[in-house]
């Protein structure tokens, strides 16, 4: 196989056209093998394919330098800068991230999961090149959806002051994850029907000079393309028009689904094991379309990660008017959630704990400060959730618990959260966030409050010695921990905390006379989370405090059962871990109690 010889830009030189079409055949097969089997960034890997032969076919990376927006589409780079065999051999498949990794190759430049930065990194670049006086080229590779977010333009229209060279590769598969909405994406295809004539051109507009490739899996004219401006001295953008999931017949036909794919049988296409017929996704998307056919003012507000609570293509449509996507923008989506409220409407957004932190002044200032009543639904906000550095869940709390009027909820089973949403939804006086649960859905058949305003911890089950307050999706987790110490000889309290902001000081001052030892348990970072604030309100009694959670070390790819292992997470671990901070009548070793 060609693939196998490829270990450089050198290598690629040596190839003809068609030799270099074969070479993205197998590059194709490869992927789609190894995605079958691990899972990963699949429609926009394949779809990349023969620009990513062009540009290190004519370019010479490391020097030459490569940005990718996002890099969940920098597979394809990967193989052809000597990490192919982490593509072609299932004992090697995880030897590499699926993003770009400094630490992999002195080909990334950059640990980028989150979109819309390419070309701001570019400029910079360029800006120290032109410093330095050298002369490399610098190339930014954009998705058309990643244009959507707010830096994507900044940098667009900073990018003619640098008066150098700077090239923007543009992949354009009229696609974000769901569909494309907007006036840039009309724009965008209006190019793409008069191949790229027109008068009103974006980029031109900003000061660009603009080259368009109809076909952008012609890998001879994106060669020669990228040839003629290979060296030039001001910014020049290449607009390629692409198929996403080229390749494999089931994501091109459905390339949401196949956005990101879970190993999948490769003749059918089904994915193996398949998603939980019962996931909060599925629930809640039913559960808002319901509430918005019984009320016109609820809105629910995208950022291009609809599914993630069940809007698939069928409930947008039937939400209508009353289903908003503003493409990858969260900075966009907040304000304009915040807005909504505020002129009497009942906004819900929701997208991935990862995304919240790209619009936290907006949440500070323009939904906090203004107690704008919107519902913010944050998913994937666990180690249960993405399992990478640049995506993991674990963040949240320390960044949202301590903003001025926001209400922050953890609930812990399905009807729990239901309460917590439709509560969250009908008040109109502050803005709540709402950390769903990210482990499988646990029932109660219980009455739960309609009102969360004041600041109240449930004592579920009342003990003594030590008090397990265990925090939304770490809940049972810490009813585990309670049965295993009933069998140690110590009955602990058990406590849904359920607020992530604010602090009981009731319940909290209530175990002070009967208990030595609070332990807190949460699915997010230490450092400035849930527990930080038990401790820092024990601080001056005294009261012993566990705190429980993630250290900030978070590896660039990660085993969720090993992480918890090595944060002494496992029910078993905090068994002993108590154990060794409190006396107990059973552990008496010759008269002394340990």
């Not at 004992?91 to 993003?99: E, H």
């Not at 009497?344 to 323009?366: C, L």
Request: hydrophobic share 40%.
């Amino acid at each position: 196989m060609i693939i196998e010889k490829i270990n450089g830009h050198n290598d690629l030189k040596k190839l003809s056209v068609a030799e270099l079409n074969i070479l993205s055949s197998e590059i194709r097969f490869a992927l789609i093998k190894k995605m079958s089997k691990l899972g990963g960034h699949m429609a926009s890997n394949l779809g990349i394919v023969e620009i990513t032969i062009a540009l290190h076919t004519v370019f010479d990376s490391p020097v030459d330098k490569i940005i990718f927006d996002v890099s969940h589409q920098s597979y394809v780079h990967k193989i052809l800068t000597g990490r192919k065999d982490a593509f072609l051999y299932e004992n090697k498949y995880d030897d590499v991230s699926g993003y770009s990794n400094p630490a992999e190759s002195e080909h990334d430049f950059f640990n980028i999961g989150h979109t819309s930065t390419s070309i701001s990194l570019a400029c910079g670049i360029a800006k120290a090149r032109d410093l330095k006086g050298e002369n490399e080229n610098i190339i930014a590779v954009i998705g058309d959806a990643s244009l959507d977010g707010g830096e994507a333009f900044e940098a667009l229209n900073y990018a003619k002051e640098l008066q150098s060279g700077l090239i923007v590769v543009v992949n354009d598969n009229n696609m974000s994850i769901p569909e494309n909405y907007g006036g840039l994406h009309d724009s965008l295809n209006q190019l793409r029907e008069c191949d790229g004539v027109i008068e009103n051109n974006y980029f031109k507009s900003l000061g660009f000079e603009y080259k368009f490739i109809k076909n952008g899996h012609d890998i001879k004219k994106l060669i020669d393309t990228f040839q003629n401006i290979k060296g030039i001295d001001h910014p020049v953008v290449i607009h390629c028009c692409t198929k996403k999931g080229k390749g494999y017949s089931f994501a091109e036909q459905d390339s949401e689904k196949w956005h990101w794919a879970r190993p999948f049988n490769i003749e059918t296409g089904q994915y193996i094991g398949g998603v939980p017929k019962e996931n909060y996704g599925t629930i809640i998307g039913k559960h808002l379309l319901e509430k918005m056919k019984d009320d016109k003012d609820v809105v629910v507000v995208a950022a291009s990660t609809p599914l993630c609570i069940g809007f698939n293509p069928e409930r947008r449509h039937e939400a209508g008017k009353q289903f908003v996507d503003v493409g990858i923008a969260e900075q966009n989506a907040i304000s304009m959630t915040a807005a909504i409220a505020k002129r009497g409407g009942k906004p819900v957004f929701a997208t991935n704990s990862t995304f919240y932190q790209r619009a936290y002044d907006q949440i500070e200032q323009e939904m906090c400060i203004s107690k704008c009543p919107a519902t913010m639904l944050l998913t994937h906000a666990s180690v249960w959730g993405h399992t990478n550095d640049t995506h993991a869940g674990l963040y949240d709390i320390a960044l949202l618990a301590n903003i001025p009027n926001l209400v922050y909820l953890a609930p812990t089973n399905c009807e729990e959260y239901i309460s917590m949403l439709d509560w969250s939804i009908e008040q109109d006086k502050i803005p709540v966030a709402i950390r769903i649960p990210w482990t499988k859905v646990y029932h109660i058949d219980k009455e739960f409050r309609n009102n969360y305003f004041d600041t109240k911890y449930e004592i579920v089950r009342s003990g003594s010695k030590v008090a397990i307050i265990a925090l939304g999706s770490f809940y049972q987790l810490g009813e585990e921990v309670v049965n295993l110490l009933d069998n140690e000889g110590i009955k602990a309290t058990l406590i849904n905390p359920m607020f992530i902001s604010g602090i009981d000081n009731e319940t909290l001052d209530s175990l002070k006379n009967t208990h030595e030892l609070v332990v807190t348990l949460e699915d997010g970072i230490l450092n400035g989370g849930f527990g930080a604030k038990i401790a820092q309100y024990y601080g001056l009694s005294y009261m012993k405090v566990m705190n429980k959670g993630f250290s900030m070390n978070i590896p660039s790819r990660f085993v969720p059962e090993k992480l918890m292992i090595e944060n002494r997470l496992l029910p078993s671990q905090v068994v002993e871990d108590i154990l060794a901070n409190v006396r107990s009548e059973k552990h008496e070793v010759h008269g002394c109690r340990i």
